[in-house]
């Protein structure tokens, strides 16, 4: 099992940038993929950004361009880098380790809200 903590969210101005971290409670080389999922208010949840532990990224087309997923090994921490922020942007980013369907684990998620 493994714990994942989600940290840096708050309120930013439309056209700005935030970085998220997602602290993990073990050697995030160890899980097959850390990944960062959003869910905006009356929305489902959606992929933002994911990352092997080989260190292959993936990201949905509509997350391209703006979005970018990091990570420290050192520090087992994930990080969501995020720029020219759009009101649509806000929601709560939820942090995940994922190694099957059926084993995967989330954190509490950080709200981001972005004001035009």
């Known amino acids: 099992q493994v714990q994942v903590e989600e940290s840096g969210g708050r309120l930013v101005q439309a056209g700005g940038s935030l970085r998220l971290s997602c602290a993990a409670s073990?050697?995030?080389?160890?899980?097959?993929?850390m990944a960062w999922y959003r869910q905006a208010p009356g929305k489902q949840r959606e992929l933002v950004a994911g990352i092997t532990s080989g260190g292959s990224r993936n990201y949905p087309d509509s997350m391209k361009g703006r979005f970018a997923i990091s990570r420290d090994n050192a520090k087992n921490t994930v990080y969501l880098q995020m720029s020219s922020l759009k009101p649509e942007d806000t929601a709560v980013y939820y942090c995940?380790?994922?190694?099957?369907?059926?084993?995967?684990?989330w954190g509490k998620g950080t709200l981001v809200t972005v004001s035009s």
């Open positions: 073990r050697n995030i080389l160890s899980i097959p993929t």
């Open positions: 995940q380790a994922f190694y099957s369907d059926y084993d995967n684990f």
